[in-house]
T-cell receptor
Framework: EDQVTQSPEALRLQEGESSSLNCSYT??????LFWYRQDPGKGPEFLFT???AGEEKEKERLKATLTKKESFLHITAPKPEDSATYLC?????????????FGIGTKLQVIP | NAGVTQTPKFQVLKTGQSMTLQCAQD?????MSWYRQDPGMGLRLIHY???????DQGEVPNGYNVSRSTTEDFPLRLLSAAPSQTSVYFC????????????FGSGTQLSVL
């Protein structure tokens, strides 16, 4: 069974204090790993897709990296507007095209 | 530029009542899906559609029904509401299906008493 574990559950940072969120996964044959951002009361918003170990993607202050067992979302010099819950999800090659397993997320709070 | 529109935003039902959650998208996406989000759990797929007239079950389909008569609309029907269906429901659409580049609606918060 595919599994996604995100840590920490919550993270509080001062503005400008860089950190990383972790997503550990177990999947038989990774098709893709996805990062989403979710603001309170809203639906998730797509950030990145990573396909293979060693791959990196960047967007503004966010950089996502992938190994064979985990992914990291690095946040450099965060701002208060980066406060949100960040979700990680994986999709395997097997188990049906639509079978995507989501983690429960890391709630990030950036304090001015 | 509406994207994915869900209605209603909030709903309270009594056990045994039925209702339909509406979902519409204006991006001409073939793939649409319904997820539920519960505290302490990740998003779980209820039903999905790969095109008009084609639907299939996801991870937690029991108690829900869907149909897809047009590309734009994908309503979710609760047949006989139960307290276990209290949740936040999200509709999503995408060009390619799976987990990549899903466009989510703003959600429906449903309480079943």
């Amino acid at each position: 069974e595919d599994q996604v574990t995100q840590s920490p559950e919550a993270l509080r940072l001062q503005e400008g204090e860089s950190s990383s969120l972790n997503c550990s996964y177990t999947v038989s044959g990774l098709r893709g790993l996805f990062w989403y951002r979710q603001d309170p009361g809203k639906g998730p918003e797509f950030l990145f897709t990573l396909y293979s170990a060693g791959e990196e993607k960047e967007k503004e202050r966010l950089k996502a990296t992938l190994t064979k067992k985990e992914s990291f979302l690095h946040i450099t010099a965060p701002k208060p507007e980066d406060s949100a819950t960040y979700l990680c999800a994986v999709q395997a090659h097997s188990g049906g095209y639509q079978k995507v397993t989501f983690g429960i997320g890391t709630k990030l709070q950036v304090i001015p | 530029n509406a994207g994915v529109t869900q209605t209603p935003k909030f709903q309270v039902l009594k056990t045994g009542q039925s209702m339909t959650l509406q979902c519409a998208q204006d991006m001409n996406h073939e793939y649409m899906s319904w997820y539920r989000q519960d505290p302490g759990m990740g998003l779980r797929l209820i039903h999905y559609s790969v095109g008009a007239g084609i639907t299939d079950q996801g991870e937690v389909p029991n108690g829900y029904n869907v149909s897809r008569s047009t590309t734009e609309d994908f309503p979710l029907r609760l047949l006989s509401a139960a307290p276990s269906q209290t949740s936040v429901y999200f509709c999503a659409s995408s060009e390619t299906g799976g987990g990549e580049k899903l466009f989510f609606g703003s959600g429906t918060q449903l309480s079943v008493l």
